[in-house]
Each structure stands twice: as structure tokens, then as C-alpha cells.
């Protein structure tokens, strides 16, 4: 069992930065690849990045790419999303997941454990 619990969510103009965090209980977190997600009102989920276990790999969504990055600090059981150059577009609910397996990969239905959720918005 993995809890995560996502912070760093808030209200933000165009153009601004956040970065997310995403902490994670238990001793094997250096064992699971992790995802970033997100939810807007009335869509589905989608994936946004995601890391493998070492830190080695990341695959981004192409609406992030070159403005988002993932990172993670295994000593410190956590999962960065850095956020810059951000768009109303990115107004969403973001979740962290995690997936008991070296590779990382954009399907949400194969994480196991599923973050709470931070609220995103970005006002134009």
C-alpha cells in the first residue's frame, strides 16, 4: 500500500510557474515509477508525465512538453512537476500515481495508487 499526497496546487496568472509536489509513504518508493495526471471539469483524465523509477526516463504529454518537468528524489520519497510558462489550458485537478514497475508509462489504468488531488488554476 502506497498513500501519496500531492501539494503545491493554487491560483496562478498566465505565464506563471508552479511546481507540484507529491510525497509518498513507504520504504520502496525508489521501486515504483510515478505519473502526473489531470482532471478539468467535465473531461476525462489525462496523463501528463511521468518518471521511471531511477529517474532515468520521462515521457510527457505534447501539450506539456518543453514547459512541464517531472523530476523525483527518491531520499526524500517525492515526485516534482515543474510548471512553467502555464496556460489556461492547464486548469485542472492534478493527481500523482504510482506504478510498482522499473518502466514508466501514460496509461492511468496501469498505476496502482492515486493521490488525493491539487487544484491548478490559471486565469488568463
Known amino acids: 500500500q502506497v498513500q501519496l499526497v500531492e501539494s503545491g496546487g493554487g491560483l496562478v496568472q498566465a505565464g506563471g510557474s508552479l511546481r507540484l509536489s507529491c510525497a509518498a509513504s513507504?520504504?520502496?518508493?525508489?521501486?515504483?515509477?510515478m505519473g502526473w495526471f489531470r482532471q478539468a471539469p467535465g473531461k476525462e483524465r489525462e496523463f501528463v508525465a511521468t518518471?521511471?523509477?531511477?529517474?532515468?526516463?520521462?515521457y510527457y504529454a505534447d501539450s506539456v512538453k518543453g514547459r512541464f518537468t517531472i523530476s523525483r528524489d527518491n531520499a526524500k520519497n517525492t515526485v516534482y512537476l515543474q510548471m512553467n510558462s502555464l496556460k489556461s489550458e492547464d486548469t485542472a485537478v492534478y493527481y500523482c500515481?504510482?506504478?510498482?514497475?522499473?518502466?514508466?508509462?501514460?496509461?492511468?489504468?496501469?498505476?496502482?495508487?492515486w493521490g488525493q488531488g491539487t487544484q491548478v488554476t490559471v486565469s488568463s
Open positions: 500515481a504510482s506504478r510498482w514497475a522499473a518502466g514508466n508509462t501514460l496509461n492511468k489504468y496501469e498505476y496502482d495508487f
Open positions: 513507504g520504504r520502496t518508493f525508489s521501486r515504483y515509477a
Open positions: 518518471i521511471s523509477w531511477s529517474g532515468g526516463n520521462t
